[in-house]
């Protein structure tokens, strides 16, 4: 069955410095989704990504985020000046239709220090 | 009111009991919804889609009550391999993908 592949699976960093987080999605599908989940509570959406822009995006989702598919293929979360509290678990997701299942990729964990 | 809401658990339920999981939405205009489960440290997985008409799959149904904007799911003859936390899932329709995750209801199947 193919898979959502994310990388790195775990990433430790100093406070302030910035992060990039990986991931591939399955080959045809269209939609790209990043969440994170902090340790303990719930999988709060952060953007949704579709014909190369920004279709939708959370109040989390603030300046220090960005996403991008550079070359076509890799769908990167990037942060630019990292925080404690952004300390969680991300996940990337993919799907071929409009609001229909999604794919869910098996994380990154972010350690901010 | 919550954009989705679960109940809050944790179900204990000895194996081969029926569980009924339910949860809420704000929206009206929510057009599509989904139970997912989430083992520890792991990523969701989709379990089932939610259709209007009610829908089954093995040991597995789910409704949807869109006047009372209510999700159900239904686990008979539960598992052991089912202890995990289940996610009621919805997408808002506000014009962009985005989706909601209720905080989900962990269950525990005893032997």
């Known amino acids: 069955e193919p898979e959502v592949t994310q990388t790195p699976s775990h990433q430790v960093t100093q406070m302030g410095q910035e992060v990039i987080l990986r991931c591939v999605p399955i080959?045809?599908?269209?939609?790209f989704y990043w969440y994170r989940q902090i340790l303990g509570q719930k999988v709060e959406f952060l953007v949704s990504?579709?014909?190369?822009?920004?279709?939708?995006k959370s109040e989390i989702f603030d300046d220090q985020f960005s996403v991008e598919r550079p070359d076509g293929s890799n769908f990167t979360l990037k942060i630019r000046s990292t925080k404690l509290e952004d300390s969680a678990m991300y996940f990337c997701?993919?799907?071929?239709?409009?609001?229909?299942?999604?794919?869910f990729g098996d994380g990154t964990r972010l350690s901010i220090l | 009111r919550k954009e989705v809401e679960q109940d809050p658990g944790p179900f204990n339920v000895p194996e081969g009991a029926t569980v009924a999981f339910n949860c809420t939405y704000s929206?009206?205009?929510?057009?599509?919804f989904f139970w997912y489960r989430q083992d520890c440290r792991k990523e969701p997985k989709l379990l089932m889609s939610?259709?209007?008409s009610g829908n089954e799959d093995g040991r597995f149904t789910a409704q949807l009550n869109r006047a009372s904007q209510y999700i159900s799911l239904l686990i008979r003859d539960s598992k052991l391999s089912d202890s995990a936390t289940y996610l009621c899932?919805?997408?808002?329709?506000?014009?962009?993908?985005?989706?909601?995750f209720g905080a989900g209801t962990r269950l525990f199947v005893k032997a």
């Open positions: 929206n009206s205009a929510s057009q599509s």
């Open positions: 080959s045809n599908h269209l939609y």
């Open positions: 939610v259709y209007s």
């Open positions: 997701a993919t799907g071929d239709r409009e609001n229909q299942p999604q794919h």
């Open positions: 990504f579709y014909n190369n822009e920004i279709s939708e």
């Open positions: 899932v919805v997408n808002p329709n506000t014009g962009g993908f985005k989706t909601i």
